[in-house]
């Protein structure tokens, strides 16, 4: 027994030394956007068990911020667009500064690094909403940093999409990189802004998102691992989209005379449902090109080293917004309940390993809301399984995810049972008119998996079920 003790401790260490040198570059991003959120206390446990040192956020939340305390890793709070306005009002950039950094900047307090302005503020979408907030927001940011004494250990910077660079369709290579003309002039001053305050330039890349937008991208591309006709650009073959990408942007920051600016990739990853490209397979071959590339820091043809990075995500957010595609809520290397959904070595070793999941995770009873094979009325069917979906996540069930093809009972007893489970398992959300029943049989299927969620405390769930009972009077009979 002493002797496996010793084994034991011997390999923590040894972990603990081989996630060192990848820690100094690698990083998670938390977002909480989900109906039963883990406790932050666990989840700070879980980031410490898998020895992750880095941590972004977006937003500054008290509760998950003091789950930090003594900890160490590093952490990167954030500002929503929402409060870029506020945030061009230098006294509010200076309470807000106080009451989100200095307050925990003490000996055993929080390790925050950098403030995020704002989350891809300049995104063609946004049709410019925060283009004349951003940049005062980023300033007063900083600034109210260096008034405080904090500017030399925490940075502000702006997270940006890789929408904000471009190569002209008249040369399409990452030598030809540029900003995009419409903030070109003020990319350029908030590079300016960030090379004279220390701070490094912040940028999302997702290579799924071409495969998702562009039905005949070329699937290799977005991995790590070849098999695609290489972009070559002056002699440098390009054999990932990665790749490309960040040196178009490297090529964008020379061309505006900062091309030494320091990058660091605040998003990266692979979902694992929601898509007929977004599955466990795709993201184990992705996630395995990516860490092994980290850990050999090669970085890229015009930026060899180290690159530090977040992944995106680190659980599965079940309340995001599917705008941008059903896959949305399923980005986490942890499933909603902090379990890891896949093999993942994050020293870049690709040995056949789980993460260490999420420890002391109290679940709701083994019940589930089930489509009842004796309701004597179906003619109501179609409205109430749309109604579930409406306030809960039936994203699986689409085309390409995992609950595709089950049969129609099947899609009312998932649409039910993911409602009831959103609204933490409360009798009144199993009725749906007579449809829905509960169950004791777990009626899990292959890939599709009916969840029990977790016992999350004072967490609200998308439709509280007092409102519930009356929307659904509404949308049902109106």
């Given at each position: 027994?002493?002797?496996?003790s010793?084994l ?14 990848e820690?100094?570059s ?6 909480t956007?989900?109906n039963?959120?883990l ?25 998950t ?10 952490v ?7 409060d ?9 950039a ?11 900047n003490?000996?055993?307090g ?15 979408s ?9 940049f005062p ?6 600034t ?5 004494g904090?500017?030399?250990?925490v ?12 190569s002209?369709v008249?040369n ?13 002039d ?5 590079v300016q802004?960030l090379s004279?305050?220390?701070?490094p330039?912040?940028?999302n890349?997702?290579p ?9 991208f ?5 991995f ?8 070559v ?8 989209l ?5 040196d178009t ?19 990266i ?8 490209n977004?599955?466990?397979?795709n ?10 590339r980290?850990?050999?820091?090669t ?16 659980i599965d ?8 595609g ?11 309940d902090?379990?890891p ?7 870049g070793?690709n040995r056949?390993?789980y993460l260490?999941g ?6 709701l009873?083994?019940?589930w ?7 004597k009325d179906v ?17 699986r ?5 995992s609950c595709?093809g ?10 039910f049972?993911?409602?009831?489970q ?6 009144e959300a199993c009725d ?34 007092a ?10 009979f109106?």
């Amino acid at each position: 027994m002493k002797k496996m003790s010793s084994l034991i401790c011997y390999y923590a260490i040894l972990m603990g030394i081989i996630l060192s040198d990848e820690g100094e570059s690698l990083g998670v991003n938390w977002g909480t956007q989900a109906n039963h959120q883990l406790s932050p206390k666990i989840v700070v446990q879980m980031l410490k068990d898998n020895g992750i040192q880095k941590v972004k956020l977006f937003d500054a939340n008290e509760r998950t911020l003091s789950a930090f305390h003594g900890s160490n890793i590093e952490v990167m709070i954030a500002i929503p667009n929402s409060d870029l306005a506020d945030m061009t009002d230098y006294k509010k950039a200076q309470k807000w500064v106080e009451k989100n950094v200095t307050l925990y900047n003490f000996k055993g307090g929080v390790n925050i690094k950098y403030v995020a302005v704002g989350n891809e503020p300049f995104l063609k979408s946004y049709n410019g909403t925060f283009q004349n907030t951003t940049f005062p927001a980023l300033k007063n940011i900083q600034t109210a940093l260096n008034e405080a004494g904090l500017g030399n250990t925490v940075k502000a910077t702006v997270p940006l999409n890789a929408d904000v660079y471009e190569s002209p369709v008249s040369n399409p290579v990452p030598s030809a990189g540029v900003f995009r003309s419409d903030v070109a002039d003020l990319m350029t001053q908030i590079v300016q802004f960030l090379s004279q305050n220390n701070a490094p330039f912040s940028v999302n890349i997702y290579p799924f998102l071409s495969l998702y937008g562009n039905p005949n991208f070329p699937v290799n591309y977005a991995f790590f691992d070849g098999g695609s006709e290489p972009i070559v650009d002056n002699g440098v073959k390009y054999t990932n989209l990665f790749d490309a990408n960040y040196d178009t942007l490297v090529s964008a920051l020379k061309a505006v005379g900062f091309g030494n600016l320091p990058i660091i990739i605040g998003e990266i990853g692979w979902p694992t449902d929601g898509d007929i490209n977004a599955n466990i397979n795709n993201a184990v071959r992705f996630y395995k090109g990516l860490l092994s590339r980290i850990a050999a820091q090669t970085g890229t043809p015009l930026r060899p080293g180290p690159i530090e990075m977040y992944l995106f995500g680190l659980i599965d957010e079940d309340a995001k917004s599917v705008a941008p595609g059903p896959f949305e809520r399923h980005w986490g290397i942890f499933r909603y309940d902090g379990q890891p959904k896949f093999p993942m070595d994050l020293s870049g070793q690709n040995r056949d390993i789980y993460l260490v999941g999420a420890k002391d995770v109290q679940y709701l009873k083994n019940q589930w809301c089930t489509f009842n094979t004796n309701a004597k009325d179906v003619s109501k069917l179609k409205d109430n399984i749309e109604f579930a979906c409406t306030f809960a996540d039936c994203t699986r069930l689409g085309y390409g995810s995992s609950c595709h093809g089950l049969e129609p009972n099947g899609n009312a007893s998932y649409a039910f049972n993911v409602y009831f489970q959103t609204q933490k398992q409360n009798p009144e959300a199993c009725d749906f008119q007579g449809l829905a029943k509960l169950s004791t049989q777990n009626i899990s299927t292959g890939n599709c998996n009916f969840t029990i969620q977790i016992a999350s405390s004072g967490l609200k769930a998308t439709a509280p079920v007092a409102f519930s009972l009356i929307t659904l009077l509404l949308y049902l009979f109106f």
